[in-house]
């Protein structure tokens, strides 16, 4: 398709498992972006790559957070030992232009986890 | 810092009847801001944004805001409401310049009556 896809669409892991997140996007776009969004909340920023760099991970909230895009195109974002608090809808976000306030964020329905 | 402030968690409205969402925002720098609207089960959408120019924005599906420093505030707004409308909607600010953060309101929920 032409938009952002994200995989898989609902994940339920046990407290400590690992879990990975992929996501898709738009093809040729530079910049990708991970927000976490919280039950009832505005998203949170995670991690933002310019094509296979990772320039910012500020947002992440624990070194059991790791995400990478090797090559340029599809980023994993990998959670380590589950806890519940890591229960939330993880989004994923493409642009054609460098950073998230030169052009549109084209974002992805979301991976819904729910860590029991 | 940078932080923004979507002053109410829901608003309701009758179709046809204006819509107001009201967002205040906070930023030590010159701020990119935006609207995002999600619907149910899909990805968020970009409605409009403000980087510098005009400071009466216009976007998607008839909806604009007003940047307005003095106030700290970019209020969302659409003459009249359709049920399509009905959705969670986001102010967004960021600063402007090459960054990969942009920081969410908590969003407002709008449901429109028939």
């Known amino acids: 398709g032409a938009g952002v896809s994200q995989s898989p669409r609902y994940k339920v892991a046990k407290r400590g498992q690992d879990v990975a997140l992929r996501c898709d996007p738009i093809s040729g776009h530079v910049s990708l972006f991970w927000y976490q969004q919280a039950l009832g909340q505005g998203p949170e920023f995670l991690t933002y790559?310019?094509?296979?760099?990772?320039?910012?991970k500020s947002g992440l909230p624990s070194d059991r957070f790791f995400a990478e895009r090797p090559e340029g195109s599809v980023s994993t974002l990998k959670i380590q030992r589950t806890q519940q608090e890591d229960s939330a809808v993880y989004l994923c976000?493409?642009?054609?232009?460098?950073?998230?306030?030169?052009?549109?964020?084209?974002f992805g329905e979301g991976s819904r986890l729910t860590v029991l | 810092a940078q932080s923004v402030t979507q002053l109410d968690s829901h608003v309701s409205v009758s179709e046809g009847t204006p819509v107001l969402l009201r967002c205040n925002y906070s930023s030590s720098y010159s701020p990119s801001l935006f609207w995002y609207v999600q619907h149910p089960n899909k990805g968020l959408q970009l409605l409009l944004k403000y980087t510098s120019a005009a400071t009466l924005v216009k976007g998607i599906n008839g909806f604009e805001a007003e940047f307005k420093k003095s106030e700290t505030s970019f209020h969302l707004t659409k003459p009249s409401a359709h049920m399509s409308d009905a959705a969670e909607y986001f102010c967004?600010?960021?600063?402007?310049?090459?960054?990969?953060?942009?920081?969410f309101g908590q969003g407002t929920t709008l449901q429109v009556k028939p």
């Open positions: 790559f310019q094509n296979e760099a990772q320039l910012d």
């Open positions: 967004v600010v960021s600063r402007r310049s090459v960054s990969g953060k942009l920081i």
């Open positions: 976000a493409s642009s054609s232009r460098q950073g998230a306030n030169t052009g549109e964020l084209f």
